[in-house]
């Protein structure tokens, strides 16, 4: 339908500041921090229903699965498109301009960030009718959040006049940059000035002729990285050269402060952008001392915590305006009012390349996933599982051996020229060099336990030959 809302969901961030929870391999829009399902599917939820379109959801490589996965446990058709590297928002936007474009040249795209949390749907819905109204008479819209205390962390835009014919929808007098603490409290004070959400809607054709007139080399860049794409099973896989020469740069920068089609439409929509652990505080269900619990947690004479444990029992006395999070590899203990620095944590240990800012000990794949139980020199024990229907590649290693255990579920394994299938309490091995596959052809999970013998145990020390999800000649 010409003209129709079609969101585009921004899903490249890494949510360093939620880290141990939040990894590169597995960010916090892939979590489910805020509800039962996760940041991004919460997202896409919010634009699901008759008034939109199909979702575009940009991301990158190592996520791709994940989010197939995360849409189709929705029921939730849409295009994803894999950004050959990061490039901030403004070339994510115009491709996905470019890609409506072709389909709906009368279009408008809602860009949303897929780690945000909203809390009134209601009240989005209705701001995001008023800025259609805007969009479709031209304007280049964004969402300002009003302002409940001096926050010195967001970006301010004050609101110009009225734009005329559009109730709840202002020209935009100003972008400003995170502001000093009496600064922020004046412009609370003041009224004329609200939160730079990063959520747009945009008619494709204005969007799209602003970004030629401001960064007309980008939006060139954009449209060789667009006619170059081919699909590759579930997604669109842009043209990688013209795409890795664009210089980086947000939609705020390269259009929005520059343009004067700006407008903005002030909401109260219950938004938080879960930039730390203090805002899941803020947000959190709190007891009646002011705590947020969640997981496995016992705590005595504790005040306005956040206590959270993926796994193990975190036991806390006295502790007050705390951060403690547990996984199975890491716990973090931080103050509530230095819950930014987690992200000096995390490029601390990068330098020390170690593997904790990217990997959790369980690792997804799209047949699955695996998780590390036990390591030492020279072997490795995994847990795996394997979804009812899904098959790991054809593939060999040239450093380690491989003995298989089967706990639960049925397993087909392909072990040179043999093929043969296995029960619980059943188990095989795998010599080093020897070309093998596993697969579940049964109703339920497939659960077994992996142990690695050899030299070299990286996963990097994979040789593919076939396979299924398009990753033959890789070790990812």
């Known amino acids: 339908m010409g003209g129709s809302i079609h969101p585009v969901i921004l899903s490249g961030g890494a949510g360093t500041r939620l880290w141990p929870l939040s990894r590169a391999m597995y960010p916090k829009q892939l979590l489910a921090l805020a509800s039962d399902r996760s940041m991004l599917q919460d997202t896409v939820g919010r634009v699901t229903g008759l008034e939109f379109a199909a979702p575009t959801v940009i991301c990158n490589e190592d996520h791709r699965f994940i989010i197939a996965e995360q849409l189709r446990d929705m029921s939730v058709e849409g295009r994803i498109v894999l950004e050959p590297a990061g490039r901030n928002t403004a070339p994510a936007v115009a491709v996905a301009a470019l890609l409506v474009a072709e389909g709906d040249p009368d279009g408008l795209i809602l860009v949303l960030p897929s780690d945000h949390v909203i809390a009134d749907t209601p009240a989005f819905?209705?701001?995001?009718?008023?800025?259609?109204?805007?969009?479709?008479?031209?304007?280049?819209?964004?969402?300002?959040?009003?302002?409940?205390?001096?926050?010195?962390?967001?970006?301010?835009?004050?609101?110009?006049?009225?734009?005329?014919?559009?109730?709840?929808?202002?020209?935009?007098?100003?972008?400003?940059?995170?502001?000093?603490?009496?600064?922020?409290?004046?412009?609370?004070?003041?009224?004329?000035?609200?939160?730079?959400?990063?959520?747009?809607?945009?008619?494709?054709?204005?969007?799209?002729?602003?970004?030629?007139?401001?960064?007309?080399?980008?939006?060139?860049?954009?449209?060789?990285?667009?006619?170059?794409?081919?699909?590759?099973?579930?997604?669109?896989?842009?043209?990688?050269?013209?795409?890795?020469?664009?210089?980086?740069?947000?939609?705020?920068?390269?259009?929005?402060?520059?343009?004067?089609?700006?407008?903005?439409?002030?909401?109260?929509?219950?938004?938080?952008?879960?930039?730390?652990?203090?805002?899941?505080?803020?947000?959190?269900?709190?007891?009646?001392?002011?705590?947020?619990?969640?997981?496995?947690?016992?705590?005595?004479?504790?005040?306005?915590?956040?206590?959270r444990s993926e796994r193990p029992l975190v036991a806390a006395v006295g502790v007050e305006d705390m951060v403690i999070v547990a996984t199975d590899d890491v716990v973090l203990v931080v103050p509530k009012d230095r819950a930014q620095d987690v992200k000096a944590v995390v490029d601390t240990l990068k330098a020390e390349d170690r593997s904790e800012p990217d990997l959790h000990t369980r690792v997804y794949r799209p047949w699955g996933h695996y998780e590390g139980i036990d390591a030492d020199n020279r072997y490795q024990v995994k847990q795996i599982e394997v979804k009812p229907g899904s098959k790991l590649s054809l593939q060999m290693h040239h450093h380690r051996a491989e003995h298989w255990i089967i706990v639960q579920g049925t397993a087909r394994v392909t072990r040179g020229e043999e093929t043969m299938l296995l029960h619980e309490n059943q188990s095989t091995y795998i010599p080093l060099g020897v070309t093998h596959s596993l697969e579940n052809p049964g109703k339920i999970p497939l659960r077994l336990i992996e142990v690695q013998s050899g030299e070299y145990l990286g996963e990097d020390d994979i040789v593919r030959f076939e396979d299924r999800y398009g990753r033959a000649g890789t070790s990812r």
């Open 125 to 307: 819905h209705a701001a995001v009718a008023t800025a259609a109204k805007a969009a479709r008479g031209g304007s280049l819209v964004t969402f300002g959040i009003t302002p409940t205390r001096p926050e010195t962390g967001y970006g301010y835009i004050k609101r110009g006049g009225a734009l005329a014919g559009v109730d709840g929808c202002y020209h935009v007098d100003s972008f400003v940059e995170k502001p000093d603490r009496d600064t922020a409290q004046a412009y609370l004070d003041g009224g004329a000035h609200v939160w730079n959400s990063g959520m747009f809607l945009f008619p494709v054709k204005g969007f799209l002729d602003e970004l030629a007139r401001l960064e007309p080399e980008t939006l060139e860049r954009c449209r060789e990285s667009v006619a170059g794409l081919h699909e590759d099973l579930d997604f669109l896989r842009l043209a990688e050269a013209p795409f890795l020469a664009i210089k980086g740069n947000s939609v705020d920068y390269a259009v929005m402060e520059r343009t004067e089609k700006a407008a903005v439409v002030p909401a109260d929509m219950g938004w938080n952008d879960v930039g730390a652990w203090s805002a899941l505080w803020d947000i959190g269900q709190q007891d009646a001392a002011g705590n947020v619990l969640q997981g496995d947690v016992t705590q005595i004479d504790c005040r306005n915590a956040y206590i």
